[in-house]
């Protein structure tokens, strides 16, 4: 339960995988690839989609083709480009990145517009605007569409580029019933994964305008993800898409039941009403060592060693996330696992 990114590909998944056509995707040959990209430029609403090598590289491709080295990107604190993409925006794109505290990952309007760089020659254009949705450390959590278009009011204003990390918005269209071509309408560029809880093995999809993609290829070729007869990969993203969405909806089960039997238990601490979707955080009751990261580290070699894998959330707590390898009778287990540890 570390991360939905374990998931391995099913047997139909890899049939669909050695049966794939493929072409040089550098020639834009690929027939596999072209589909997958017009799928799910398709599904989000966008006329153009490029295929990528990992959520990383689409997010960062994102930045490097909104912005110009010294401009500045207002992100929240808590995210996934600020803390997970080893200072990528600084090094591939020359830009800075401005963190904004949220709420559980979300960044209200007056805070994003509190942080936009008045127009004076000694400050760095403020150029772009970056929400992720879910919030992996914010718990899954997901953007509300009001709060998400009073931020686009605000990037309208003052003439801002809005960019959507949507690894996990397939989650939160899911857990809504909201299309996530409604949540990707208000972003000039939209990233979604396919290799977490949908279960591809590999990539991710960059979505916008077809002049905006048609510049994030040339990026994609010097950031080095060009990539030759990769429809067998980008087959696996196909046939997670035709398959594996509405099953997200397992995952989300899981996550609740989860984060109810350590609740019930009295010995972690828990909020059920946080859990959206599937990714629970929770934190750790005395006794334990007082330094926070010691206290986690503890737990997770300790919990490691009778079977169950998680990994740590924000300062302090501890993440479990569900996925299609995990069952509920896993889940489950594995509560009853963390519970015999602490009374042991």
């Known amino acids: 339960m570390r991360s939905d990114t374990v998931t391995k590909p099913s047997g139909a998944m890899r049939r669909a995988m050695a049966n794939a056509e493929v072409g040089d995707d550098v020639f834009g040959e690929d027939p596999t690839v072209n589909h997958l990209q017009e799928k799910v430029a398709e599904l989000l609403g966008k006329e153009s989609a490029l295929y990528v090598p990992s959520g990383v590289m689409s997010n960062q491709l994102a930045l490097k083709t909104h912005t110009n080295p010294g401009d500045e990107v207002i992100v929240e604190k808590d995210s996934h ?14 830009i800075q990145l401005n963190p904004v505290p949220g709420v559980r990952g979300l960044m209200t ?55 959507l990390d949507g690894a996990r918005l397939w989650n939160a269209s899911v857990a809504t019933g909201i299309k996530v071509s409604e949540y990707a309408k208000y972003f000039d560029s939209v990233s979604v994964c396919l290799s977490k809880g949908l279960g591809a093995p590999v990539g991710s999809v960059l979505a916008g305008t077809k ?25 696996a993203g ?20 989860f984060a109810k039997l350590l609740l019930e238990s009295k010995l972690y ?76």
């Not at 480009?81 to 020359?94: C, H, K, R, V």
């Not at 009073?150 to 309208?156: D, F, N």
């Not at 397992?250 to 996550?255: T, Y």
Request: proline fraction near 4%; charged fraction near 25%; aromatic fraction near 8%.
């Open 109 to 163: 309007a007056e805070a994003v517009e509190e942080a936009i760089r008045p127009d004076v020659y000694y400050m760095m254009p403020t150029r772009l605007v970056c929400l992720e949705n879910t919030h992996n450390r914010g718990g899954g959590s997901i953007y509300p569409l009001k709060l998400i278009e009073e931020i686009k009011q605000v990037t309208v204003r003052h003439n801002l580029k809005y960019h």
């Open 269 to 344: 601490e828990v909020n059920v009403d946080h859990v959206e979707t599937n990714i629970v955080i929770f934190g750790l009751k005395p006794p334990f060592p007082k330094d926070p990261a010691e206290k986690v580290d503890k737990f997770i070699a300790d919990t490691k060693s009778l079977g169950v894998l998680l990994s740590a959330g924000t300062a302090g707590k501890v993440r479990a996330v569900t996925h299609l390898d995990v069952s509920m009778e896993n889940v489950k287990k594995a509560a009853e696992i963390l519970v015999k540890y602490r009374v042991s």
């Open 211 to 235: 002049e905006y993609i048609n510049r994030a290829r040339r990026f994609r070729k010097i950031f080095g993800g060009g990539m030759r007869q990769v429809g067998i990969l980008a087959a």
């Open 238 to 257: 196909l046939y997670a898409l035709e398959n594996n969405i509405q099953r997200l909806t397992e995952d989300h089960e899981k996550a609740k039941t």
């Open 81 to 94: 480009i600020f803390n997970y993409e080893t200072a990528a925006p600084s090094l591939l794109s020359g």
